[in-house]
């Protein structure tokens, strides 16, 4: 996990609350991706990024949102949380988009 | 959707003995990836072959492909109890930059 963090950590929050969770990286890596985990249904990718400002949606990005102004900072926001966005989610980077490195993921809970 | 398709769900073994996961997909690939994930923690990735790569070492890790039956294995030699984690074969996206995972083999290495 070194070089890669995710905040918070642990979140509990309403529906209809929007949310922002942060993916900081000290790598200097070029891709970031924001991936949410649940059982029976793997990883699955949300939206990802290949450069400053550059971002494309992924498998399952209805309901999300990305921004990345800086290269360190990825940020994914769910505008209003519903019960079905309660999940682990993960960021990761790449330098050449080959290995990813991932953060310690954030559980969140949307009651 | 997802590419890769690992077999079995679920290993359990004792530790000295060998460890097989399998992993199937369905479309070409440039590359193909496992990745190991400890309870509660970010993925990690293990090891990656090349198309053009029929067998690849590192370590108690030995990874094969054939991409005439669109498959992968990885055998874990002399497994420890350190070794227990869910694996997950991942495929790069012919865009570039994805990965598509697997739903992963969760191996339990009995002490």
């Known amino acids: 996990d070194a070089g890669i963090t995710q905040s918070p950590r642990h979140k509990v929050t309403e529906t209809g609350t929007p949310v922002t969770l942060r993916c900081h990286q000290t790598?200097?890596?070029?891709?970031m991706y924001w991936y949410r985990q649940d059982p029976g249904h793997g990883l699955r990718l949300i939206h990802y990024?290949?450069?400053?400002?550059?971002?494309d949606k992924g498998e399952v990005s209805d309901g999300y949102s990305v921004s990345r102004s800086k290269t360190e900072d990825f940020l994914l926001t769910l505008e209003s949380a519903t019960s079905s966005q309660t999940s682990v989610y993960f960021c990761?980077?790449?330098?050449?988009?080959?290995?990813?490195?991932f953060g310690p993921g954030t559980r969140l809970t949307v009651t | 959707s997802q590419q890769g398709e690992e077999d079995p769900q679920a290993l359990s073994i004792q530790e000295g003995e060998n460890a097989t996961m399998n992993c199937s997909y369905k479309?070409?690939?440039?590359?193909l990836q496992w990745y190991r994930q400890n309870s509660g923690r970010g993925l990690v990735h293990l090891i990656l072959?090349?198309?053009?790569?029929r067998e690849k070492h590192s370590g108690r890790l030995r990874v094969t492909l054939d991409t005439s039956k669109k498959s992968s294995s990885l055998l874990i030699t002399a497994s420890r109890a350190a070794d227990t984690a869910s694996y997950f074969c991942?495929?790069?996206?012919?865009?570039?930059?994805?990965?598509?995972f697997g739903q992963g083999t969760e191996l339990s290495v009995k002490p």
């Open positions: 991942a495929t790069d996206d012919s865009q570039g930059g994805k990965l598509i």
């Open positions: 479309t070409s690939i440039n590359n």
């Open positions: 990761a980077i790449s330098d050449r988009g080959y290995e990813q490195y």
């Open positions: 072959i090349r198309s053009n790569e």
């Open positions: 990024s290949y450069g400053v400002k550059d971002t």
């Open positions: 790598e200097n890596h070029r891709y």
